[in-house]
């Protein structure tokens, strides 16, 4: 732990959060919230020390003496704004979280089937409590996961789901993420999302983190999704904090038998962002594929690091992380499989790559295979590099000039990626917001916009 | 045309300036230019067009959006106006028919999931709607079944003209039974050992290599 901390800071916020409007949930929430601030401040930040955070110094939000954002800091935000998150044109599904509070005034969930279940947390407590107390952080083990661990401790709201057996919902859910401003405090959003999605059901959802202003805010979510048999479930997570916030979530999905489970990270906002990403493939024949794309530019460090857990026999997971890395920006790609005695026959391929567009851009890239099952099928591959000389030379035989070269090999580099995305409406919005993003920071208007074939 | 191994593709990719080789001697000049002193893209736009053996999968960007980006540039260094996604769009559709490809390519990404054939007759295509002075097909044919080649050579011979010229570069006399060329050289190890016309073509299919390799006592059996 460090020393340099001042967890009395948080001892003190946790006391104040306790006393103000955190008291709307059940007694045994408060026993856990008690037992994860011991473990935070215990624990203390991670440092590079700890293996798991050996290339991801957080000493910048350690110094930040974050303040909880409470209830009464949910600005009003202009409807304009909040549309703007959104693709266009449709009647979404959405739920809309402002510095970790429900906004009602911007959600919409009355065209969803009757018998769905999205709601803010707190409600969901009183009338799925059983449920709740069922899975909540069970998934997600608080005691040995400093973030987790705070995010637990001021453990208040978020998002609930839950899809009865057999529904399947339409359209993609959204749950936007905003971050706002107060005064020069610096505030911090302990999300706490909840999903279950039962037998034979199907839905997917896309979960947003967007800022209002540029600020030094921290989100530090925790996600816990639990996918039951035959199920099939996709989650879209878009990180587009602003260039000053700090982003940290674990999210954690664990499937049942014969589920299947796409879920797809775009990383693109933030000064220091983290995504830990675990999969437990919790049944046989359960089929995940793990997807993401970051792009770093200027002085950006973000960090992915997935967990794929084969504990049972014949299950696929393929999982494919490009990265972008532009000015002196940083990323980390952290991917290790853990194939269990029992998981004969699993199929997991494992692969990242990264394009340098800067000769100042660096990341760190490490595969991380332990492999107890003797009839397995696993690969993995990661790779750093520039531009493939081969299809730019394609390109400039065609007249076309090194500028733009680069800026339609960079956008099929992305392609390629977002193409795995499984839901046309969440891939399309996905590849406008990556090409407008690239467009803005590599400051290329030529991009291309993104097709699939 | 020339064996396996002789430096066809080689040649092929050094004059439109694949950046794998590095030209130590000589010079390549074309229309009172050098060509080796030119960028991929500058000799594009000075009028050189080579067909690639392995076309290159681009995912993401739309073959339009490729094309278009292409010709415009070579319209820019001619000094002609860019055309717009309307002219533009005329113009391909226009070209498509002489490659009888289906309209529904126009969107998709550059070569992703075409059939072998596909591919080659997208090569075609780029070459017709590019209009280059020399175009290079480096073995258009391989890979193609009697009907894409029937096309894929009908395409080429339409855009034959008094102003432009094309280097087709084979194995096989197959190809040339579609495209009938002027002149047929016999490249081997690097060197252009034989000349002729079409007939010469026809020899080599009947007798194979090796005779004019002896004829010409080259140093292939060193």
Same mark, same amino acid.
């Given at each position: 732990?460090?020393?340099?901390?001042?967890?009395?800071?948080?001892?003190?916020?946790?006391?104040?959060?306790?006393?103000?409007?955190?008291?709307?949930?059940?007694?045994?929430?408060?026993?856990?919230?008690?037992?994860?601030?011991?473990?935070?401040?215990?624990?203390?930040?991670?440092?590079?020390?700890?293996?798991?955070?050996?290339?991801?110094?957080?000493?910048?939000?350690?110094?930040?003496?974050?303040?909880?954002?409470?209830?009464?800091?949910?600005?009003?935000?202009?409807?304009?704004?909040?549309?703007?998150?959104?693709?266009?044109?449709?009647?979404?599904?959405?739920?809309?979280?402002?510095?970790?509070?429900?906004?009602?005034?911007?959600?919409?969930?009355?065209?969803?089937?009757?018998?769905?279940?999205?709601?803010?947390?707190?409600?969901?407590?009183?009338?799925?409590?059983?449920?709740?107390?069922?899975?909540?952080?069970?998934?997600?083990?608080?005691?040995?996961?400093?973030?987790?661990?705070?995010?637990?401790?001021?453990?208040?709201?978020?998002?609930?789901?839950?899809?009865?057996?057999?529904?399947?919902?339409?359209?993609?859910?959204?749950?936007?993420?905003?971050?706002?401003?107060?005064?020069?405090?610096?505030?911090?959003?302990?999300?706490?999302?909840?999903?279950?999605?039962?037998?034979?059901?199907?839905?997917?959802?896309?979960?947003?983190?967007?800022?209002?202003?540029?600020?030094?805010?921290?989100?530090?979510?925790?996600?816990?999704?639990?996918?039951?048999?035959?199920?099939?479930?996709?989650?879209?997570?878009?990180?587009?904090?602003?260039?000053?916030?700090?982003?940290?979530?674990?999210?954690?999905?664990?499937?049942?038998?014969?589920?299947?489970?796409?879920?797809?990270?775009?990383?693109?906002?933030?000064?220091?962002?983290?995504?830990?990403?675990?999969?437990?493939?919790?049944?046989?024949?359960?089929?995940?594929?793990?997807?993401?794309?970051?792009?770093?530019?200027?002085?950006?460090?973000?960090?992915?690091?997935?967990?794929?857990?084969?504990?049972?026999?014949?299950?696929?997971?393929?999982?494919?992380?490009?990265?972008?890395?532009?000015?002196?920006?940083?990323?980390?790609?952290?991917?290790?499989?853990?194939?269990?005695?029992?998981?004969?026959?699993?199929?997991?391929?494992?692969?990242?790559?990264?394009?340098?567009?800067?000769?100042?851009?660096?990341?760190?890239?490490?595969?991380?295979?332990?492999?107890?099952?003797?009839?397995?099928?696993?690969?993995?591959?990661?790779?750093?590099?520039?531009?493939?000389?081969?299809?730019?030379?394609?390109?400039?035989?065609?007249?076309?000039?090194?500028?733009?070269?680069?800026?339609?090999?960079?956008?099929?580099?992305?392609?390629?990626?977002?193409?795995?995305?499984?839901?046309?409406?969440?891939?399309?919005?996905?590849?406008?917001?990556?090409?407008?993003?690239?467009?803005?920071?590599?400051?290329?208007?030529?991009?291309?916009?993104?097709?699939?074939? | 045309?020339?064996?396996?191994?002789?430096?066809?593709?080689?040649?092929?990719?050094?004059?439109?300036?694949?950046?794998?080789?590095?030209?130590?001697?000589?010079?390549?000049?074309? =229309?009172?230019?050098?060509?080796?002193?030119? =960028?991929?893209?500058?000799?594009?736009?000075?009028?050189?067009?080579?067909?690639?053996?392995?076309?290159?999968?681009?995912?993401? @960007?739309?073959?339009?959006?490729?094309?278009?980006?292409?010709?415009?540039?070579?319209?820019?260094?001619?000094?002609?106006?860019?055309?717009?996604?309307?002219?533009?769009?005329?113009?391909?559709?226009?070209?498509?028919?002489? @490659?009888?490809?289906?309209?529904?390519?126009?969107?998709?990404?550059?070569?992703?999931?075409?059939?072998?054939?596909?591919?080659?007759?997208?090569?075609?295509?780029?070459?017709?709607?590019?209009?280059?002075?020399?175009?290079?097909?480096?073995?258009?044919?391989?890979?193609?079944?009697? =009907?894409?080649?029937?096309?894929?050579?009908?395409?080429?011979?339409?855009?034959?003209?008094?102003?432009?010229?094309?280097?087709? @570069?084979?194995?096989?006399?197959?190809?040339?039974?579609?495209?009938?060329?002027?002149? @047929?050289?016999?490249?081997?190890?690097?060197?252009?050992?034989?000349?002729?016309?079409?007939?010469?073509?026809?020899?080599?299919?009947?007798?194979?290599? =090796?005779?004019?390799?002896?004829?010409?006592?080259?140093?292939?059996?060193?």
């Amino acid at each position: 732990m460090s020393n340099l901390v001042n967890y009395s800071h948080y001892i003190g916020e946790f006391q104040s959060f306790e006393k103000n409007g955190a008291s709307q949930l059940p007694s045994w929430i408060h026993e856990i919230r008690k037992s994860a601030l011991n473990v935070f401040t215990e624990r203390g930040f991670p440092t590079t020390k700890e293996e798991n955070w050996k290339y991801t110094n957080v000493n910048s939000i350690a110094k930040g003496m974050f303040t909880y954002a409470s209830n009464k800091l949910v600005t009003k935000i202009d409807a304009e704004i909040i549309e703007s998150f959104f693709p266009e044109g449709k009647d979404h599904h959405r739920i809309v979280f402002v510095n970790g509070h429900l906004s009602k005034e911007h959600s919409k969930l009355q065209n969803l089937p009757k018998e769905v279940v999205v709601r803010n947390l707190i409600e969901a407590t009183k009338t799925h409590g059983g449920i709740i107390q069922q899975h909540l952080s069970r998934y997600v083990d608080y005691r040995n996961n400093s973030f987790a661990a705070m995010n637990t401790a001021f453990l208040n709201d978020g998002v609930f789901m839950y899809i009865p057996k057999n529904i399947e919902v339409k359209g993609p859910i959204y749950c936007l993420f905003i971050s706002t401003q107060f005064e020069n405090d610096q505030l911090a959003a302990h999300l706490r999302n909840l999903i279950i999605v039962e037998e034979d059901a199907k839905v997917k959802v896309s979960f947003v983190y967007r800022s209002v202003y540029d600020h030094k805010n921290l989100t530090n979510a925790v996600t816990e999704i639990v996918v039951k048999e035959r199920a099939n479930f996709e989650a879209v997570k878009i990180q587009q904090e602003s260039d000053s916030a700090f982003h940290v979530e674990n999210l954690r999905v664990h499937q049942h038998e014969s589920s299947i489970v796409n879920v797809f990270s775009l990383a693109l906002g933030s000064i220091l962002a983290r995504n830990d990403m675990s999969i437990i493939l919790d049944g046989k024949e359960a089929d995940c594929n793990l997807n993401g794309l970051y792009i770093t530019t200027d002085n950006q460090v973000i960090d992915h690091h997935t967990f794929m857990h084969h504990i049972h026999p014949n299950c696929p997971s393929h999982e494919l992380f490009k990265g972008i890395l532009h000015g002196n920006s940083r990323a980390v790609f952290n991917g290790k499989v853990y194939v269990e005695p029992e998981a004969q026959k699993t199929d997991s391929k494992q692969t990242n790559r990264n394009l340098l567009l800067s000769d100042t851009a660096t990341v760190d890239t490490k595969p991380e295979l332990e492999i107890f099952a003797d009839d397995v099928k696993c690969t993995h591959g990661a790779a750093v590099g520039g531009l493939n000389p081969t299809y730019a030379f394609y390109l400039k035989s065609r007249g076309i000039s090194e500028e733009n070269t680069r800026a339609m090999l960079t956008v099929g580099f992305a392609a390629e990626v977002t193409g795995k995305i499984v839901d046309q409406e969440l891939r399309h919005y996905v590849d406008v917001l990556v090409v407008e993003h690239l467009r803005n920071k590599l400051g290329n208007t030529g991009l291309p916009d993104i097709v699939h074939g | 045309m020339g064996p396996n191994g002789s430096g066809k593709s080689t040649l092929a990719q050094v004059l439109a300036g694949h950046p794998a080789y590095e030209v130590t001697q000589g010079e390549v000049i074309f =229309d009172g230019q050098n060509l080796l002193a030119l =960028d991929p893209e500058k000799r594009a736009h000075a009028g050189v067009f080579l067909a690639f053996q392995y076309p290159v999968e681009i995912p993401g @960007v739309s073959n339009s959006y490729f094309l278009k980006a292409g010709l415009n540039e070579i319209r820019k260094s001619k000094g002609l106006e860019e055309l717009d996604s309307m002219q533009f769009l005329k113009l391909i559709k226009e070209k498509m028919k002489v @490659v009888e490809m289906d309209p529904s390519f126009i969107n998709r990404p550059v070569n992703e999931g075409f059939s072998g054939g596909e591919k080659k007759k997208n090569e075609i295509l780029q070459m017709a709607v590019l209009e280059p002075k020399l175009a290079i097909l480096d073995e258009t044919d391989s890979g193609l079944d009697i =009907d894409a080649l029937k096309i894929v050579a009908g395409g080429v011979n339409k855009l034959k003209s008094p102003t432009n010229a094309s280097i087709v @570069v084979t194995h096989y006399q197959r190809l040339l039974n579609y495209i009938v060329p002027d002149f @047929v050289h016999v490249l081997v190890k690097g060197q252009i050992i034989k000349s002729g016309g079409k007939e010469l073509a026809l020899e080599l299919e009947a007798d194979g290599y =090796d005779l004019i390799k002896e004829e010409f006592g080259t140093m292939s059996h060193a």
